[in-house]
Nanobody
Framework: VQLQASGGGLVQPGGSLNLSCTASGPLYYYAVAWFRQAPGKERAESEGVSCISFVDDTITYGDSVKGRVTISKDNAANTVYLTMNNLKPDDTAVYHC????????????????????WGQGTQVTVSS
C-alpha cells in the first residue's frame, strides 16, 4: 500500500489545519500514524504525532500535541485525517503518514522507523 499526505499550508499561530492521508488500497488490518519532521531534522528523527488502528480503533497521541490534535478515519475512503487546532510555530514541519503493515499497532510511534510506506509528506508552516 502507498500513502499520500495532503492538506498542509501556511497558517497563523492559533489557526487550524486538516491533513489527509490517503492510501492506495484498503487498510483493514493496519494502523496509520502521523509523524512530523522538523526543519533541519532527518526523517529518522521525526516525532510521532498520532496514530489510529483500523483493527480496533485504538488511538494514540504524542505528548506535544495532546489536546490540540484529533485523528480520525474513513474506512471506505481508505483515508486518515489529522485535525490540528491552536497551532504554534513549533508545529512547523513536514507531516508524513506511514503504516505498520499490521505488525505493531499504535504503541511505538516514538520510534518512527517501525512504520513504513512513508510518502513525501505535506508542509505545515505556522507563522505570522
Amino acid at each position: 500500500v502507498q500513502l499520500q499526505a495532503s492538506g498542509g499550508g501556511l497558517v497563523q499561530p492559533g489557526g487550524s489545519l486538516n491533513l489527509s492521508c490517503t492510501a492506495s488500497g484498503p487498510l483493514y488490518y493496519y494502523a496509520v500514524a502521523w509523524f512530523r519532521q522538523a526543519p533541519g531534522k532527518e526523517r529518522a528523527e521525526s516525532e510521532g504525532v498520532s496514530c489510529i488502528s483500523f483493527v480496533d480503533d485504538t488511538i494514540t497521541y504524542g505528548d506535544s500535541v495532546k489536546g490540540r490534535v484529533t485523528i480520525s478515519k474513513d474506512n471506505a475512503a481508505n483515508t486518515v485525517y489529522l485535525t490540528m487546532n491552536n497551532l504554534k510555530p513549533d508545529d512547523t514541519a513536514v507531516y508524513h503518514c506511514a503504516t505498520d503493515y499490521g505488525l505493531i499497532g499504535c504503541g511505538l510511534i516514538t520510534i518512527p522507523w517501525n512504520y513504513n510506506a512513508w510518502g513525501q509528506g505535506t508542509q505545515v508552516t505556522v507563522s505570522s
